[in-house]
Structure formats: structure tokens, C-alpha cells
């Protein structure tokens, strides 16, 4: 460690494989929106398993910022407004701080993504295309109740673009202001010039178990979809 560098451990290796996983999803299903042949035979179908597997990945988040490790966890990273738009008001000024975890903005930022892929993929389930593919949970609800909530995918199809878009926008703007994001997401590791506001957040040590038991809850409802008996 250099003594004008302060190096450390922020993203657990389960936070790190979730991102990446969830980034490939999210790209696969908008392509599937996009095409109808080659690659794939059927993109509805690998569309929709996209999806599944992003409602795996979610549960295992959800399940993981509440019981992971200290950084993961969304009591590290969520703020109130006032904190909130000090922050947003000290980076218009580039006098913000360094947060290990992620910052204010940013934390905020993350729970509207979750929230939006989330409603986009569960809403998934209860539609149908009429021809090639019935959601596992088509006509739960009537008919009726899955024609609006198709026009209601839609809609958030493009919010969902808006927020991937304003994240890659955060992403390049911290990075030009000195914040290693992209290899921390990588690495694990994040370095800093000065020491991190929260740095005092609590270590909960290892949580193996915990991790063992979210996987196997999102495989299991992963699963489940995958091979549900249409």
C-alpha cells in the first residue's frame, strides 16, 4: 500500500458474479426483443428464460442485502434525503466524498434498477404472446389483468433503459473524477486518495452459509420457472 493510497476490500466476490451475471441477462433479453432469427431459434423462448434467470439473481440480492457481507448490505448504502442531495450538491461543486460502498446517489440509483428489472421480469411471467410462448403465470389473474400488465412491460421497458443509461452516465462521470469503479467491480478491491466517509460500517465476517442458502432459495425459483409444465 502506498502511504498517498488507501486500498480496500468493498465487493465480495457474490456482489461481483451477481453484476456480471445480471449484466449479460439484461443485455440477452433486449436483444431477444430486437430479433427474430439467428442466433437464436426461438428468441421469445430464450427471452423469457433470460428473464427467469434475472428473477434468480434478484431474489439472491434481495435475500443478500440483507444478511451479506457489510457493503452489500442496502443499510450500508441507502441513505435519507438530506444526506442524499448534500451529496448530490457537494458533487456539482466536485467537493463530494469518497464512500467505500456505494455513495448516496448511487445506492439510490441501484434499489431503482432492482426495482424496475424486478417489476420487468415478474410482469413477464403473467403474459403471452399467443403463438409461441404463455408465461408460467398467464391468466392467474384473468386475461384482462395480463393485456395491461403487457402494456405495462412495455412502459418500463423504457425506464428501465433510461435508469441502465443515467447508471452508465454515473459510472463515467466518477470515473473521470478519480473513482476506479469498473476495475473495483472486477477486483473487489477499491483505492482511494483519502479515507472513505463509511468506512466505519461493520464487518460481519464470513457468511458462506448465508450465500449457500440465498443460491440455493434463487436456483430453486429459477429452476421452477425454467421448467415450469406450460
Given amino acids: 500500500m502506498q502511504s498517498s493510497q488507501h486500498q480496500l476490500a468493498v465487493w465480495d466476490v457474490f456482489v461481483r458474479v451477481f453484476h456480471w451475471f445480471l449484466l449479460v441477462a439484461v443485455a440477452v433479453s433486449f436483444y431477444t426483443t430486437k430479433t ?8 421469445v423462448d430464450v427471452h423469457a428464460q433470460a428473464g427467469y434467470i434475472i428473477i434468480g439473481l434478484l431474489v439472491f440480492r434481495t435475500i443478500w442485502g440483507v444478511v451479506g457481507a457489510s457493503y452489500a448490505r442496502f ?10 442531495a448534500a451529496y448530490a450538491k457537494a458533487l456539482l461543486q466536485r467537493r463530494a466524498p469518497h464512500y467505500a460502498s456505494h455513495n448516496p446517489l448511487g445506492g439510490w440509483m441501484v434499489v431503482l434498477l432492482l426495482a424496475s428489472l424486478g417489476f420487468q421480469a415478474i410482469s413477464g411471467l403473467f403474459m403471452s404472446d399467443d403463438i409461441f410462448f404463455q408465461g408460467p403465470l398467464y391468466g392467474l389473474f384473468g386475461r384482462e389483468f395480463s393485456r395491461e400488465i403487457a402494456s405495462l412491460h412495455a412502459l418500463n421497458s423504457d425506464l428501465l ?30 483505492r482511494f486518495s483519502s479515507l472513505p ?31 415450469y409444465p406450460y
Avoid: N, Q
Avoid at 36 to 43: D, I, K, M, N, R
Avoid at 76 to 82: E, G, I, M, N, Q
Fill in 36 to 43: 427474430s432469427g439467428a442466433p437464436f431459434l426461438f428468441p
Fill in 75 to 84: 443499510s450500508t448504502f441507502l441513505y435519507d434525503p438530506k444526506v442524499t
Fill in 161 to 190: 433503459l433510461i435508469l441502465i443509461a443515467l447508471h452508465m452516465l454515473g459510472v463515467v462521470v466518477h470515473t473521470l473524477l478519480g473513482e476506479g469503479i469498473v476495475p473495483a467491480m472486477l477486483t473487489g478491491t477499491k
Fill in 197 to 227: 466517509v463509511d468506512i466505519s460500517a461493520s464487518h460481519h465476517g464470513s457468511r458462506k452459509r448465508y450465500a449457500l442458502g440465498a443460491l440455493l432459495i434463487a436456483a430453486g425459483i429459477c429452476g421452477w420457472l425454467w421448467f
